[in-house]
């Protein structure tokens, strides 16, 4: 079979993808490739990805450093390990080595804000400095498995062990917040190396925590430069090349949306193992039984800020609505004023008649990327809204949906992505054996959802959380965490050479 390199392409030119069909390249597509450009074409929809040449060789780059530096880790020692986590977390923990760090995120910060961005996430604040030290300090005091017995099987004159060791590369794309470098590094414990791109917005707080703190901690500790290898790169597309690149032995994507499902398909075709953290949002439905001031508490406890696990859809059966309604939305406005804003409210349409009317008539400031906007306090969604993820500021935004029975909402959970994260507050553990039953969901409780995350369930800092919006994980649990990434070798102890089959 012939073949050649692509070094231009015309428009209307014909690519095929998925076996049977073809994406037609358009005029600006073809315009804007060069040659040292690369092509990355989705097989499940035809997307055609351009990656420039400049991210294709900064991803390229990043990813080979990765890839040198784990064929040293052999000779690193958990001790090694131990030492670069407490270096790291010492750093960040110095005022005046942190000094660089808290300046690139103020720019960082007000380039994002002036562009209308959201900077919940991207603030590094005392609370978030404090978790990654705290987390950089609980990966140094987690036991190195690195070699560890999995399993031994005794034989005749011979003995197999199972033991864990190192996966090798993992690649991460990281939504723009500084704290991801504490969940990254994590991998090291296992004896992997790391590659990443963070998003563009917190991209120069990424740099300078690279060069003042991470890289010297590394140096301190004897590590190989390259074990933790940042792709300094504003350009998506070099995320998309990292992700495409087959070298990776995991590859994790962390976001949101078409974003996050772009990454996953193009790691997934070029043979990666896949990890991806999409949409989240959490469901809470009040159970037959439940007290309207257990509501409330869960409710108001599940909206401190806004992160995946955040509160995102209120299920409440039709015949509690009177009592329950009245707990949840004064939760709400709880929520609301302790961040000093408004609520934002969407009722699924049908359950408007819970509501009272001046939600649906007030118009009041909500806290939005670009600043407060005027709007009314409670809109109206279809059922299909159910799917919507709300991204908030400082109003927490939530969906009220009054339904049925409890099955119902189980029922609609299971319909609509993401399939997350589900909580019935319940008293009767009989209702609460059923609900897990019948919900598709990783996570499930019966309480506030905000505990779902590695450090705080586990203390253990994560590398991601799954939703089930693709099905079931294979072996494993939703909370990805550094010690998560390994492979598994057999070893054999044969004590008499004399023998065969």
Excluded at 128 to 141: C, E, K, T, V
Aim: hydrophobic share 45%; aromatic share 6%; net charge negative.
């Amino acid at each position: 079979m012939a073949t050649d390199r692509l070094t231009r392409l015309v428009a209307g030119m014909e690519i095929p993808y998925g076996g049977t069909r073809v994406a037609i390249v358009d005029e600006a597509l073809a315009a804007a490739f060069e040659d040292g450009d690369a092509l990355v074409v989705r097989q499940d929809d035809g997307e055609l990805i351009h990656i420039p040449r400049t991210a294709l060789v900064t991803a390229h780059d990043a990813v080979s450093a990765a890839v040198d530096a784990f064929a040293e880790m052999g000779s690193v020692t958990d001790d090694d390990i131990d030492r670069f986590y407490l270096q790291f977390a010492d750093r960040l923990a110095d005022d005046e080595t942190f000094g660089p760090i808290a300046s690139a995120n103020e720019c960082d910060v007000d380039t994002a804000r002036t562009a209308g961005r959201s900077v919940t996430r991207l603030v590094l604040d005392q609370r978030m400095r404090d978790d990654m030290i705290d987390g950089l300090r609980q990966w140094a005091s987690a036991p190195g498995l690195r070699g560890s017995v999995v399993e031994t099987i005794d034989h005749d004159r011979w003995r197999l062990e199972q033991v864990r060791d190192g996966l090798g590369v993992v690649g991460f794309v990281f939504e723009g917040r500084p704290n991801v470098f504490a969940d990254a590094t994590g991998v090291l414990r296992g004896g992997n190396t790391v590659v990443f791109r963070i998003g563009s917005d917190a991209l120069g707080t990424a740099r300078a925590i690279m060069d003042s703190a991470l890289t010297p901690a590394l140096a301190a500790a004897g590590l190989p430069h390259g074990a933790v290898s940042l792709v300094a790169s504003a350009d998506r597309a070099a995320g998309v090349a990292m992700m495409n690149d087959p070298r990776l032995g995991l590859a994790v994507a962390r976001g949101s949306g078409p974003a996050t499902a772009r990454l996953g398909a193009v790691a997934r075709q070029a043979g990666n193992a896949v990890s991806l953290h999409g949409t989240g949002g959490a469901w809470i439905v009040a159970g037959g039984s439940s007290e309207p001031s257990n509501v409330g508490a869960v409710v108001y406890h599940s909206l401190d800020r806004k992160v995946c696990n955040t509160l995102n859809t209120m299920c409440i059966p039709a015949d509690r609505a009177d009592t329950l309604v009245p707990a949840f939305l004064h939760a709400l406005e709880r929520a609301a004023a302790r961040r000093g804003s408004n609520p934002k409210l969407h009722v699924l349409t049908g359950s408007e008649v819970f509501v009272p009317d001046e939600w649906f008539s007030t118009v009041m400031p909500i806290s939005r990327a670009e600043g407060d906007v005027m709007e009314p306090k409670a809109v109206m969604i279809p059922e299909s809204g159910l799917a919507t993820e709300w991204e908030w500021e400082d109003s927490p935004e939530v969906t009220l949906a009054v339904v049925p029975t409890v099955d119902t909402a189980a029922d609609l959970f299971n319909q609509y992505i993401p399939r997350f994260m589900a909580s019935l507050v319940t008293e009767d553990s009989d209702e609460f054996d059923r609900f897990f039953r019948a919900i598709d969901a990783p996570f499930v409780g019966n309480g506030f959802t905000r505990w779902v995350d590695g450090q705080y369930a586990l203390n253990r800092p994560e590398l991601g959380l799954s939703n089930w919006e693709f099905g079931r994980l294979f072996g494993r649990g939703a909370i990805l965490s550094g010690d998560s990434a390994f492979t598994v070798r057999m070893r054999v102890d044969q004590s008499d050479p004399d023998i065969g089959r």
